[in-house]
């Protein structure tokens, strides 16, 4: 060991050798530790694509330690390098085949770094040898900058509820490289996710930390609203509202998706859909049943598991407050993501049963469907070409009323 | 049953597969490859996360007459992000999964000479007990004549 003053950096160097280390684990690691490199992805990148502290892949990578990759992620070592498995794995081992490593580690620390040095020699079964020289360079207290494009689209994503469920870091790298092609680095995903998780970001964007399966999670600090919007997704039941045109008072109702996948409105055995004028009406409604309805499969686990969570609407449908959306001079995003709200809930409805079967001919009207598809090109699937919304906008809300009117009789809403 | 990462599934089933075609017992593999001979059934069980170790592909590629590449999916595969799937493995009570089969043991020869129904029961060692399984390769079989793939001859299938 020594130690110079002067710079301040002290150096220990070891001599160290392994026997009989299992080849294939061995080319495995360097394989994926050659192509990183070749593509610039550093150690510590990996490690947190992989879900881990920002030092394991450096640890994994020291030659003189039995510490290999282990199997469970194996499996994601093509998504974090870019290439395919086949690339990572060797071909040409034979059973059994072991190697021999024989060399020294030199670690050099100071205050801004830890470098470590491995020289060292492989030897095969066979005799022959290879020479390996790997340097490990770890940065100590580096400031971090935020990306803030970056930090913008992470806050979009968890407005969208993308973080309700947790995230692996590589599943958000996997989304931002798919959209973004390659515009941010690993690095840059790391720091900004380090900023949301921070106890001094706004709430509204909170990430919190986990672990599954040994590795990191990031997911939203829900609240108490919000962890009820998503108890009602994990069981694909929702409390929806319904504001008919001419009153102001609600009608809640059940929403939910079927065991044939097809979202539906709750009904009683009659067939008429249940309406109750609040929300706890309605809850003391389901819970009593008295075999006034079918329940959905996943109605009764859908009331338990609530507990004391506060029960939510998930969307309000106001056809009075999307015709005025419409009759303001510009038509706001809103307005036109509420209508096609609604349309699809009528859809849901003239699907469900041949009673109501006939509100699919009052929404297959020119108007209507042509603005449902202006929005479904242009807002849902993001059209290459965006296209100008162009509609007659008298006729529009007049087929409109038509439909809402129809809707209203349907569900027994009295004019 | 339990999950696994989908890399170490289709490695478990690529092996399950090439056993069949090439009809060796699993107990008989797992000795091959110095394991107790209760090794593979237990990988092969969907409630155990027991999975084949990378130290071991070379010694299965070896005894399965493979490459060690041809236990892997192909380099074009989709990435997985390492959510884990349901262990589900494959079976002759699959019929997508014995057709797999049928047609591996005709790519490597075996129907060129004719082949009793009691033959192909041997080589896949599905034993009188397991008639869900005989039932889906006797289906399978006649399908199969009935699409020109085999022939069949006095009651033995040939290719």
């Known amino acids: 060991m020594e130690e110079k003053e002067d710079n301040q950096i002290i150096s220990t160097t070891e001599h160290l050798s392994r026997q009989k280390v299992s080849r294939i684990d061995f080319e495995i690691l360097v394989n994926f530790y050659e192509i990183c490199k070749k593509k610039k992805i550093s150690e510590r990148e990996v490690s947190f694509l992989i879900g881990k502290v920002n030092k394991y892949f450096s640890e994994i990578l020291n030659p003189f330690f039995k510490e290999h990759i282990k199997t469970e992620y194996l499996d994601i070592l093509p998504a974090i390098a870019s290439t395919g498995i086949r690339k990572i794995i060797p071909n040409d081992i034979s059973p059994k085949e072991t190697i021999d490593i024989r060399g020294t580690h030199t670690r050099e620390t100071d205050k801004y770094s830890e470098v470590d040095y491995y020289k060292f020699t492989v030897t095969y079964k066979d005799g022959t040898t290879r020479n390996y020289r790997w340097k490990i360079k770890i940065t100590k207290g580096s400031r971090s900058k935020v990306n803030p494009e970056l930090l913008e689209i992470l806050k979009k994503l968890i407005s969208r509820h993308y973080f309700h469920k947790p995230k692996f870091a590589l599943n958000i790298y996997i989304i931002l490289k798919s959209r973004f092609k390659n515009v941010f680095s690993p690095l840059e995903l790391q720091i900004a996710l380090s900023k949301l998780t921070n106890k001094s970001v706004d709430p509204e964007f909170a990430l919190q930390e986990g672990v599954d399966n040994m590795r990191i999670t990031y997911s939203k600090i829900l609240n108490e609203t919000e962890k009820f919007l998503e108890h009602c997704q994990d069981h694909r039941v929702w409390i929806s509202r319904y504001i008919p ?138 059209a290459k070409e965006p296209k100008v919304l162009s509609f007659h906008k008298a006729k529009f809300i007049a087929d409109f009323r038509r439909l809402v009117e129809r809707f209203e009789e349907c569900i027994l809403i009295k004019h | 049953m339990v999950k696994i990462s989908p890399l170490s599934l289709y490695i478990i089933n690529r092996v399950i597969y090439r056993l069949y075609v090439l009809g060796i017992l699993q107990s008989k593999f797992s000795l091959i490859l110095d394991k107790r001979d209760t090794y593979v059934n237990n990988i092969k069980n969907e409630n155990m996360d027991a999975v084949f170790n990378p130290i071991d592909f070379p010694s299965i590629a070896s005894a399965l007459d493979w490459e060690i590449h041809d236990l892997l999916p192909p380099d074009n595969s989709p990435y997985s992000d390492g959510t884990l799937v349901d262990k589900v493995v494959f079976s002759l009570n699959n019929p997508s999964d014995a057709e797999e089969v049928i047609l591996g043991m005709k790519d490597i020869g075996y129907f060129k000479n004719e082949k009793s129904l009691s033959d192909i029961f041997e080589h896949l060692y599905l034993t009188e007990n397991m008639s869900e399984k005989r039932k889906v390769i006797t289906d399978l079989l006649e399908k199969l004549v009935s699409n020109n793939i085999l022939k069949l001859n006095n009651g033995k299938y040939l290719a």
């Open chain 1, 245 to 382: 045109i001419n009153t102001y008072e609600g009608q809640f109702f059940i929403w939910y998706e079927d065991s044939d996948e097809n979202d539906k409105l709750l009904t009683s055995i009659d067939g008429n859909v249940l309406l109750s004028s609040s929300i706890e009406e309605l809850l003391t409604l389901l819970k009593s049943n008295n075999d006034i309805f079918k329940a959905p499969v996943n109605l009764e686990a859908w009331l338990s598991g609530m507990e004391d969570l506060p029960p939510t609407i998930s969307v309000t449908y106001s056809p009075k407050e999307i015709i005025d959306g419409f009759e303001a001079d510009s038509v706001s995003v809103d307005t036109l993501a509420n209508f096609v709200d609604f349309y699809n809930l009528v859809g849901d409805l003239g699907c469900q049963d041949e009673r109501f079967e006939a509100l699919l001919e009052f929404r297959e009207v020119g108007e209507l469907t042509k603005v449902w598809d202006y929005y479904c090109d242009n807002h849902l699937f993001k």
